[in-house]
Every structure is written in structure tokens, then in C-alpha cells.
T-cell receptor, first 109, second 115 residues
Framework: KNEVEQSPQNLTAQEGEFITINCSYS?????LHWLQQHPGGGIVSLFM???GKKKHGRLIATINIQEKHSSLHITASHPRDSAVYICAVPVTSGSRLTFGEGTQLTVNP | ETGVTQSPTHLIKTRGQQVTLRCSSQSGHNTVSWYQQALGQGPQFIFQYYREEENGRGNFPPRFSGLQFPNYSSELNVNALELDDSALYLC??????????????FGPGTRLTVL
């Protein structure tokens, strides 16, 4: 079992739909990262959160430390949101991130 | 403020050769982490450098080595290249030694192909 698991692996939506991507982890952490990776490889940090909820534009991230679960929501999805979304958690001494396998999101116009 | 840059963007090598990848960290950041991302998988942690010292290492053999310079830029060296080393190599800079607990800023990556 991976330390960080994401679901679904692939997600196809129509423009305007509400999107939810889930991340569960098995290690004890105090922070979680959500990242976005576009074709070509570049990774952008979307959120780092340790409790509750954070919002940035149409993106909302929530985390439940007790249940070891986080969700990334996209409201009013748009084709430009098409990308791989990855959650990552710090483990051991905190110097390293362990990543989920990513969720490939495709938003069709 | 200058973002994280990596060079080269693409590289083709043959088995047994050696390669050096470079990363310039974001201005003011003293920590650089290196990751390997195979096609279709999430990134895997290789190692991290904090103030010119190795500060954590993942499950990679010793032929993966690194260096951080006084200006906090960093190099990743891979000796005796193997076919499985073909991947996207990402570096990320952050402030503070516990990189996992600070926001990390990623470079565009170097795509390495080993033939």
C-alpha cells in the first residue's frame, strides 16, 4: 500500500462541472501539498495546508488530519484546468515529500 | 524575483555515460530538493541540500550524487547511466531545511533519455 493514495486516477468532466479529487495518506503528517502538473512537466504549487480549508480562486482544498484525508475541489471547471493534480506529504524528518500517483483531469468544452 | 530554472531542458545519453543536471534556486531560497519522475508516475525524492549539506536522501543508489554551491544553486550527477534512469528530473527550492513543511517552488524539469 502506498503511503499516499489518490482517487480517481483519471477524471473527465464537461466544462462548468464541479470536480473533486481525493487524497488519503497513511503516515502521520502536519501538512499536505497540492500540486498541478501540465503537459511538458512543469509543477506549480497550489496549496500547502495543515488544517481546515484554503481557497484560491476556483480552487478549494480541505484537510482532515484525524482522518488522514484531503480533497481538492475545482468549481466551474474550465478546459485550462486540464492537468495532472498531485498531492504530496512530508515524511520522516520533514525534508522529503512523498507524492501520490496523480490524477489526470481532462475538462472538455 | 527569479524563479527556479533548470538546465538543460532535454538530454539524450547512452548507457554507461555520466550526466550533470543543474538547478538555480529561487532568490533567497537556501534549500534544493531533487526528484525523479518516471512517465505516468508521481515524483520520487532523490535527495535534498540545505546550506551546501545533504539533508535527507531517498532510496537511490550512490551513483546519484549532488552538490549545492554557496549561491544555493545545485547539481545532480548520475554516473553509469542505466536505461531506467530515463525520466523527468525536477528540482524544487524552498526556504528552511525542512523542505517538506515549506512551500516548494519547482523548476521546469530536465527530460533525460538513456539509450
Amino acid at each position: 500500500k502506498n503511503e499516499v493514495e489518490q482517487s480517481p486516477q483519471n477524471l473527465t468532466a464537461q466544462e462548468g462541472e464541479f470536480i473533486t479529487i481525493n487524497c488519503s495518506y497513511s503516515v502521520g503528517i502536519s501538512a499536505l501539498h497540492w500540486l498541478q502538473q501540465h503537459p511538458g512537466g512543469g509543477i506549480v504549487s497550489l496549496f500547502m495546508l495543515s488544517s481546515g480549508k484554503k481557497k484560491h480562486g476556483r480552487l478549494i482544498a480541505t484537510i482532515n488530519i484525524q482522518e488522514k484525508h484531503s480533497s481538492l475541489h475545482i468549481t466551474a471547471s474550465h478546459p485550462r484546468d486540464s492537468a495532472v493534480y498531485i498531492c504530496a506529504v512530508p515524511v520522516t524528518s520533514g525534508s522529503r515529500l512523498t507524492f501520490g500517483e496523480g490524477t489526470q483531469l481532462t475538462v472538455n468544452p | 524575483e527569479t524563479g527556479v530554472t533548470q538546465s538543460p531542458t532535454h538530454l539524450i545519453k547512452t548507457r554507461g555515460q555520466q550526466v550533470t543536471l543543474r538547478c538555480s534556486s529561487q532568490s533567497g531560497h537556501n534549500t534544493v530538493s531533487w526528484y525523479q519522475q518516471a512517465l505516468g508516475q508521481g515524483p520520487q525524492f532523490i535527495f535534498q541540500y540545505y546550506r551546501e549539506e545533504e539533508n535527507g536522501r531517498g532510496n537511490f543508489p550512490p551513483r546519484f550524487s549532488g552538490l549545492q554551491f554557496p549561491n544555493y544553486s545545485s547539481e545532480l550527477n548520475v554516473n553509469a547511466l542505466e536505461l531506467d534512469d530515463s525520466a523527468l528530473y525536477l528540482c524544487a527550492s524552498s526556504l528552511g531545511g525542512t523542505g517538506g513543511y515549506n512551500e516548494q517552488f519547482f523548476g521546469p524539469g530536465t527530460r533525460l533519455t538513456v539509450l
